[in-house]
């Protein structure tokens, strides 16, 4: 059974700086490509950055330049760096697969709070 552990998040001052990071167990973890998504209270839950097996990267607009996604396939973990964090990033941040039907199972998230 696959196992997803993120990990990182916290309180932070309006362009501070997170990094999270996300532990996978139970899966082949090198062969599936990976996402940071986010839900935010009352929001629907979104992808935000996501990198392939082969670490090609994508971020959606609203955090590109500002956010960068990373892994490492020994450690069977991707990581998520957040730069210039701003109020609206503000959500519970989860890791998956692209697309997370791949694994079907959801980590309990890291809340990120920015805030003043």
């Known amino acids: 059974q696959v196992q997803l552990v993120e990990s990182g998040g916290g309180l932070v001052q309006p362009g501070g700086s997170l990094t999270l990071s996300c532990v996978v167990s139970?899966?082949?973890?090198?062969?599936?490509?990976m996402g940071w998504y986010r839900q935010a209270p009352g929001k629907q839950r979104e992808l935000v950055a996501s990198?392939?097996?082969?670490?090609?990267?994508h971020y959606t607009d609203s955090v590109n330049g500002r956010f960068t996604i990373s892994r490492d396939n020994a450690k069977n973990t991707v990581y998520l760096q957040m730069r210039s964090l701003k109020p609206e990033d503000t959500a519970v941040y989860y890791c998956?697969?692209?697309?997370?039907?791949?694994?079907?199972?959801w980590g309990q998230g890291t809340q990120v709070t920015v805030s003043s």
């Open positions: 998956n697969a692209v697309p997370y039907s791949d694994y079907g199972v």
């Open positions: 139970g899966s082949i973890f090198s062969i599936y490509d």
């Open positions: 990198i392939t097996d082969r670490g090609r990267t």
